[in-house]
């Protein structure tokens, strides 16, 4: 059952319900500054792929372990003027050597992988020393009310969408795991319910090394 769920039903569900207009209009805002060599974590279903820009873009490594996900993201490949390349994960080290990419790209994945600071140290190995990372992740709210309707829901959407964690703070993650925030900007980006739609976006640089 658990496996028909990922296999079957938990694509198409992202697929479906993952890109409403406010998280449009993000992905149209922050992707574009992606250049040169790219890496996207968690490419699911592609649906970054039509907001690069291809006059920047080299090359993009697409990470994905759903086999489903890579099958609906091929879709979009097919509508890109860049050399798209899926990359599966051997055990939990990315397969790019240190500093071949110059920017990492990461939407609602951080928010999913179990242990996430050796994932963001893995982000900082292959990173360039000028390399950024662009993200757009669930984080936790600020507002004491909304965070308890956070705790609540977490097991919940933990289930649904294998993995995800409403409760993870991660600005403080990005900085446990050697990053430095540029620049961030946070919202709900629904009015309800506030407890599913609290994100923070934004660019990251890897701390000198």
């Known amino acids: 059952m658990v496996r028909s769920y990922r296999d079957h039903v938990y694509p198409y569900l992202v697929n479906g319900l993952g890109n409403p207009g406010p998280i449009r209009e993000i992905r149209k805002r922050i992707l574009p500054s992606a250049r040169g060599i790219v890496l996207e974590i968690g490419v699911g279903s592609g649906a970054n792929f039509p907001y690069y820009d291809p006059a920047k873009v080299i090359r993009l490594y697409a990470l994905e372990l759903n086999a489903a996900m890579i099958r609906l993201a091929e879709r979009r490949r097919s509508r890109t003027v860049f050399d798209v390349e899926f990359l ?84 403080a993650l990005l900085a446990d795991g050697g990053f430095h925030i540029e620049q961030m900007e946070t919202a709900y980006l629904a009015r309800f319910p506030k407890s599913w739609t609290y994100f923070c976006w934004g660019t990251a640089a890897p701390l000198k090394r």
């Open 88 to 171: 599966d994960l051997p055990g939990e080290r990315i397969p790019l050597g240190d500093g071949a990419v110059d920017t990492v790209v990461s939407t609602f994945t951080l928010c999913t992988i179990p242990d996430v600071l050796q994932a963001l140290r893995g982000i900082g190995r292959v990173l360039k020393p000028e390399g950024k990372l662009i993200f757009f992740e669930h984080a936790l709210s600020p507002d004491p009310r909304v965070r308890r309707w956070q705790e609540r829901w977490a097991p919940i959407h933990y289930w649904m969408f294998e993995g995800l964690r409403l409760t993870r703070d991660t600005p």
